[in-house]
């Protein structure tokens, strides 16, 4: 079978790069010939999350218990996915390339002594198992071939669109108490404080993003961009530069260490297109890159590219989609 792991948010709900991963594994079982799929979850399981897993597909949802699951430890929770495979036979592991899941996976394949690919995006054959993983914050593409099992890896941000199974599981809860060595619960979370309001879902929902980098020039510099996201339904996206100069919150942020976005269409604007943003912005089915750059990495990346000062761009954009509307 497959196995992944599942992560919740503050709703006790599966998150949504978890949700991507099982729609991954579903794609996974299918060219296999229809494996089973089964979830690990640490922690409580409500009756609403066993419902979203089964709508999913999931056949077996195992919960991971007792007082060395009360924080985070990821050789803790390793030790509890050992739990799991010893009493199944599974082909492959899975959970989101998030820093849990990768963390926990790196433990699972070094106690297994078989090697792990992390933030993966599609998969080849199965004879060999050849699958392609971002490298360098997502600047390059590379293909590892998995030859042990179980076969573990970690699937990156928005590599699939999350979708419920057309035949939804069971997600029969099967309860598990392991034993977990002292070793394990060395590095663990001792204390945790609430975080800020996350306000980013609508970023990283939007089908059109519009986004903003240096070129803005200031923070009164986002009227033309407001009202080019506005015209188009999109929400606003900016660089790192842009929330360290403070002109915009930082929840507005795409990158490595902001949000990771996948919209129909992604319009940077005054943005070069350094690593750290493509790494957030990398997913995006096109791309219409604005900047004075002609050879910025943004702009040669880009699906389409206006070569230009974005303070001229934009509001030009602006009065040909209100003159198209006869406003």
């Known amino acids: 079978m497959i196995v992944v792991l599942v992560e919740k948010g503050p709703d006790g709900l599966a998150v949504e790069v978890s949700r991507e991963t099982i729609t991954f594994a579903r794609s996974l079982s299918e060219a296999g010939g229809g494996v089973a799929i089964d979830a690990v979850v640490v922690g409580e399981v409500s009756e609403s999350l066993r419902e979203q897993l089964a709508a999913y597909g999931v056949r077996d949802l195992h919960r991971l218990g007792g007082e060395a699951y009360d924080s985070y430890a990821g050789a803790a929770w390793a030790a509890g996915i050992e739990t799991v495979l010893a009493a199944t036979t599974t082909v492959v592991v899975m959970a ?11 433990h699972v394949a070094a106690r297994r002594g078989v090697e792990m690919a992390a933030n993966v995006l599609t998969f080849g054959g199965l004879s060999p ?7 360098v914050g997502g600047q390059a593409l590379e293909e590892m071939q998995l030859a042990n099992r179980p076969a573990i890896f970690t699937v990156a941000g928005h590599a699939v669109e999350a979708a419920p199974a057309a035949a939804p599981g069971a997600a029969t809860v099967v309860e598990h108490t392991p034993e977990v060595a002292a070793a394990d619960l060395v590095a663990r979370v001792v204390s945790s404080e609430e975080p800020e309001p996350d306000l980013s879902g609508n970023l990283k929902s939007a089908k059109v993003v519009v986004g903003a980098g240096r070129g803005a020039g ?11 996201a506005e015209l188009t339904g999109a929400s606003l996206g900016v660089s790192r530069v842009v929330t360290s100069l403070g002109w915009r919150p930082h ?3 795409v990158g490595q260490t ?15 297109g350094a690593i750290q943003h493509w790494a957030g ?7 219409l890159a604005i900047n004075t750059d002609a050879d910025a990495p943004m702009v040669t990346k880009a699906t389409y590219a206006v070569i230009g000062d974005l303070h001229e761009v934009v509001p030009a954009i602006n009065a040909e989609i209100r003159r198209r509307r006869g406003e």
């Open 281 to 287: 912005c990398s997913s995006a089915k096109a791309i």
């Open 258 to 272: 902001g949000s990771r976005i996948s919209p129909d269409l992604y319009i940077p604007c005054g943005i070069s």
């Open 96 to 106: 989101a390339g998030t820093p849990r899941g990768n963390e926990v996976l790196a």
């Open 129 to 135: 198992f050849v699958v392609t993983r971002q490298v």
């Open 218 to 228: 200031s923070a009164e510099g986002f009227s033309e961009l407001l009202e080019l």
């Open 251 to 253: 929840h507005e942020q």
